[in-house]
């Protein structure tokens, strides 16, 4: 089983500040690495694709980098409605899927 | 644009059996998906139950293999979740959840989620 390991696991910001996450995988997992936003009550969100794809209606202050074993997404400028839960997802290898245990971002 | 929705019942009893279901509209169950089940218990992080495709082949968490049941039904255009000898442990969020299969590619991101449907178990 691959494990993703995310840090820090919580991050209280200012508005306008730079976020970065980290996300780092027991074994290389090429660019198989997918980042997700989660706010309260909704269902997660798919924010960047393969380690650096951007999405489709995605604002461009979310980036992504990395391959093989360290990943990260930065939040460039961070905005109000950018406070959530961020996980990383790998597709790798599987059974199982796995998923980071989760990155709180909280706005100051 | 694919949209899934779960339903089911919200309370299970401890030692039955957990059994939702999946509806997808605005696409095919049998297009080139693979469909899943994700489960986020109250406060905690994300857990890949299983996925089937709709060949019937299916992907299950080792963790979970034993209890859980991933079927699809074609003719109702869902997918369906069971899971066996359940605990307060399996009190969650259930998510179902769709990749876009790529031949010769990983399974990539999930694109499409449900809202998520409360589970509860409890006596």
């Known amino acids: 089983e691959i494990v993703l390991t995310q840090s820090p696991d919580f991050q209280s910001v200012t508005p306008k500040e730079k976020v970065t996450i980290t996300c780092r995988a027991s074994?290389?997992?090429?660019?198989?690495l997918h980042w997700y936003q989660q706010k309260p009550d909704q269902s997660p969100k798919l924010l960047i694709k393969y380690a650096s794809q951007s999405i489709s209606g995605v604002p461009s202050r979310f980036s992504g980098s990395g391959s093989g074993t360290d990943f990260t997404l930065t939040i460039n400028s961070l905005e109000a409605e950018d406070a959530a839960t961020y996980y990383c997802?790998?597709?790798?290898?599987?059974?199982?899927?796995?998923f980071g245990g989760g990155t709180k971002v909280e706005i100051k | 644009q694919v949209q899934l929705q779960e339903s089911g019942p919200g309370l299970v009893k401890p030692s039955g059996t957990l059994s939702l279901t999946c509806a997808v509209s605005g696409g095919s169950i049998s297009s080139s998906n693979w469909w899943s089940w994700v489960r986020q218990p109250p406060g905690k992080g994300l857990e890949w139950i299983g996925e089937?495709?709709?060949?019937?082949?299916?992907n299950y968490n080792p963790s979970l293999k034993s209890r859980v049941t991933i079927s699809v039904d074609k003719s109702k255009n869902q997918f369906s979740l069971k899971l066996s000898s359940v605990t307060a442990a399996d009190t969650a969020v259930y998510y179902c959840a769709s990749q876009t299969n790529i031949p010769g590619s990983d399974p990539g991101p999930f694109d499409y989620w449900g809202q998520g449907t409360l589970v509860t178990v409890s006596s």
């Open positions: 997802h790998q597709s790798s290898s599987l059974p199982p899927l796995t």
């Open positions: 089937i495709y709709h060949s019937g082949s299916t």
């Open positions: 074994q290389s997992i090429g660019s198989s």
